[in-house]
Structure formats: C-alpha cells, structure tokens
C-alpha cells in the first residue's frame, strides 16, 4: 500500500511538474475583441522600406497587439504611392518604383492577422520647413498662406497672422480633405480604418479666414465685413459646427465607399476637465479653445471610435489623476460607438505603461469597459527605449497585460447594424440651394430637420431603415421633393 502511494505521489509530481505557468494559460483562453494598437508616425523609422515594415508587423505580433494606425498624411503629402497629392519626401524612403509603404503594410499586416488604419492629418497642411514646400503638386502652392483670398484655403488669428493650417470654414479646403480620403480608399479597398488627427483648430484665436467670416457674418445678419471676437459664443458655435461638419461629411463618403471601414479619431484631453461631469464639458479645451466636440460625435454615430490622447505621466501624482479622471469621462460618454485609450507611452517606464493599460481595461463600478489601448507611439513605447529594448517590450506585454489573445473588435454597429445613412445635394428647381433646410421624413412621419452645406451636400447617420421623403426647402420658400430608401448599414445617395 505504501509502494502504491509513493508510486501514485511520483506520478502527481511529474504532472505537476508538466503544468504550463499561468502566463502560458492564461494566453490559451479563448481570444476577446479589444483593440490593441500602435500609432505609427512618418518622423521616425518603421515604414521607409521592406525591411522596417517587416520588423514593424513582427514587433506587433510579438506584442499580442491586432492594429497598426500608419501616419499617411503629414502635411499635405502622401506616404503612399497612389495618391493625389504629392509622396512625401525623405532621405530614408525607398522610392516609388520599388517600394509602397502602405500597400506592403497592408499585405504583410493582413498576412499576419494585424488590421491596417491610415492616419492622416487634417488641418496642419502647409509648414516652410517641409522638403515638398513650393512643390508645384502641392496644395499650399496654390491655397496656401501666401495666396490672397478667396483662393486661401488657410486659417489666420485673430491678430491676421497667417497659419498654414487648413481652415474647416472654407469650403473649397473640405473639398479637398474629401478628395483625399476617397481616393485613399478607392485606391487601397483592403484598408481597415481610417483615422483623423488635428480635426479641430489650433487654438481660440484661430479660424479667421476671410470666406468663412464672411460665411459666418451672412449667416448671423451681421456686417459683412465685420470681425467677431474670439470668444464671442455665436462665433464659436460656428467653428465647432465647422469641425462636425467635416467629422460628419468625411464619415459618410467613407462608409459610402467602403461600409465596413473604420472611421477613428484622436481627440484631445489636454487642459483638464475639472470635476469631469458632464456640465463641465463645455469648460474643456476640446470643446472651448480647439472647438472639438467629441463626444457628440460618439452620441452621433459620426466616428466609430474615439482615441482621446491621454498622454499623462504616471510618475506625476497630478497627471496620474487627469488620466484616471479621463478614463471616468470617457466611460460615460462613448455614446453609440466607442472609446480605445490613446497613452503617451514614451513619457513612461515600461511597468508605468503596463499599469495604466491594467487601468484601462479595469471596468468601473457600472461594469462600464474601453474598448482597448492605443500607444503613442511605435517608436517609443516607453521612455528611454531603442531598437533592442523595444523587442523585449512587446515581449514583456505579451506575457502580461496582453497574455490573453485579443481579436480587433468587430463593432456590432458595423458587423450586424440595424441603422442606416443618407446623403445628397440640395436642389431646388434644378439648381443647388446652399446651406438649405432639409427635412427628413421616415414611413410618412417627421424625422428630423437638418440643414445642407455650403455647395449644398447633406448628410445624416444612425436612420432606422424605410422610406425616406426628403424635402428641401429654398429660403424663398420654394420646396423640392426626393424619394429614397434607406437599409442598414449602407449610405442612400440622392
């Protein structure tokens, strides 16, 4: 009997000693959605030839992350071959002929399992200082700040300094920001997502275009000619709208083009929020200064997710608490879409970094969740890192925050969708009615009133499926009909 037990003792401790370590079981449980990403800027190494890419997407898988966000607009240049505006110059870019960082990225991405998102830049278009500067392709050379009105398509201050940053109030400068994204994606149907960044103005003094001011006095009855002051409400509503406006228009001719794509944002938390209710929102800096309105975007359905850029040294007890207080906000506010936290990894050590991750993906006391983290950014995940340490930083995640396989979410209103969109050009009489009213009337019952552009395109998001009469109204008072039918998940264009 002893022999017996000894033997049966023998045999527990070699099954014992064969049990994998928790790390190694818990990384075999079955994958989540969360999204795990790595902004990938254009100033630093990781898409300029074959070989970075190749690093780039094996760093990624080694990490257990699912999403790389590749910096394909800087300044009114493409880091894409096929494009309508000029490739981007750089010393270390392997030229055109034998080499396109985005369509390698995506083979090689998808190859591997990892999604693809272009991140460009929308406002901060034209800086002296870039190689493509007085490049005859380029759009500053023509609707830069050194043309003179109406054909400036850039912001000016209060004071009339002159910024090289596309102003939302111009129409022409929407125009164009649209042409890029639907090239893009007509270029590159394999793309996942696309990203906004500077999808707001640069500060409170700023969008004193002389178009959009004479835009903004015409509509409010004043004096053509006429300045409003920084912050006068009406004129600051104004900008904001602008913002939204082109948030919303870039949705819809995106998912008109590709329904399943990826419509994200990076957003701003700079300035604090105070007591980060909800009555203080409109004393934030998004909302006041830079005139971006996120959260309404979230409740509108016009970006599928929000990045907000909670850069916030942990080492800080003051900063810490801002990136714990935004983590509150943006649980409260994801609206109908959703939240990934963007962290300013390279103001952190590695364990910094892993411990706000472990916050983010904590769900507060109502089992309120984000949808994942996003690093700022490949080239540093955290402060101090190289080449070398990088690699054993992905290694380091892997075995703990992201043990756990994770798929990139599949959003429900995407994947299974239960609303639709719309968009068309107001016409009365045949001829285009700017900034017209334009009601929307489902199964024979009143909607909603929206309102058309300048060249008169509207748009709207979030429809329940049917018969849709749209009526546009002329401020004479004239009206014109149209007819459509909206489905889930599809933009009907008029």
Known sequence: MRHGFVALLIVVVLLAGLAPPPSVVQAQEAPIQQMR?????????????HAEVDELVENVVRAGANTIIMQ???????WYNNAIEPRALHPRLAPAHEFDPLAYLIEK?????????AWLVLSVTCRRADALWGHPEHVCTHHGPDVPDPQRWTTATFGGVQVGDFDFGHPAAVLHLERVV????????????IHWDY???GGQSYGYNRVSIERFNLAHGRPLHSRPQPA???????????????????????????????????????????TYSPHDWPNSSAYRQVFQDWPAWLEEGIIDVALPMQYFAEGVPR???????????????????AVVVGLGSWLNTREQNIAQIQRAHTPDEHGRVLSGVAFFSYDKPFAGSNFHTRREFMDQLRATVFAQPAQAPDWPWIANPTHGMLQG??????????DARVTLIHNGEWLRDIHASADGWYGAVELPPGEYTIIVTHPDGRQQSRYTVVQPGLVSNL
């Open 37 to 49: 990403a790595f902004w990938v800027d254009s100033f630093n190494p990781g898409f300029y030839n």
């Open 425 to 434: 050009i107001a016409e009365v009489d045949g001829a285009m009615v700017p």
């Open 319 to 337: 900063s810490r608490e801002w990136y714990n207080g935004w983590l509150n906000f943006s649980r409260n506010h994801t609206g109908r879409r």
């Open 72 to 78: 394909v607009r800087r300044h009114g240049d493409a």
């Open 199 to 201: 999808i707001r103005f």
């Open 109 to 117: 991405a998808h190859s591997r399992g990892v999604r693809v998102h």
């Open 232 to 274: 006068d409400p009406e004129w600051s509503q104004w900008r904001r709208d602008r913002v939204t406006e082109l948030a919303r228009r870039l949705y819809i001719r995106a998912k008109a083009i590709k329904p399943t794509i990826e419509v994200s944002a990076a957003t701003i938390t700079w300035g604090g929020l105070g």
């Open 182 to 193: 639907q090239h893009l994606l007509w270029a590159y149907p394999e793309l996942d997502g």
